[in-house]
């Protein structure tokens, strides 16, 4: 009797606790980090202007590293090099 009683009461407070996270999840979004972000300045072609200071030697530039779904979504960015 003892074990029956035990069961429903952990049962109940499992189910109180699913039931409540799934409320919290409607009523709070899901957010990743607390990073915030800014608008970007295009040019009317689309381009970003781009000012590098300090950079006296190569710039190395690996985008095999990059997951090439990364890019599935976005379209290429012309890069003009003065």
């Given at each position: 009797?003892?074990?029956?009683?035990?069961?429903?009461?952990?049962?109940?407070?499992?189910?109180?606790?699913?039931?409540?996270?799934?409320?919290?999840?409607?009523?709070?979004?899901?957010?990743?980090?607390?990073?915030?972000?800014?608008?970007?300045?295009?040019?009317?072609?689309?381009?970003?202007?781009?000012?590098?200071?300090?950079?006296?030697?190569?710039?190395?530039?690996?985008?095999?590293?990059?997951d090439s779904r990364a890019f599935f979504y976005s379209e290429p960015i012309p890069v003009k090099v003065k």
């Open positions: 009797m003892k074990t029956d009683l035990y069961t429903k009461i952990v049962l109940t407070v499992i189910a109180v606790a699913l039931s409540v996270n799934l409320i919290k999840g409607f009523i709070t979004p899901a957010k990743a980090d607390n990073r915030k972000f800014v608008n970007v300045p295009v040019n009317a072609d689309g381009s970003i202007n781009v000012n590098i200071k300090k950079s006296s030697e190569t710039m190395e530039v690996k985008l095999v590293d990059v």
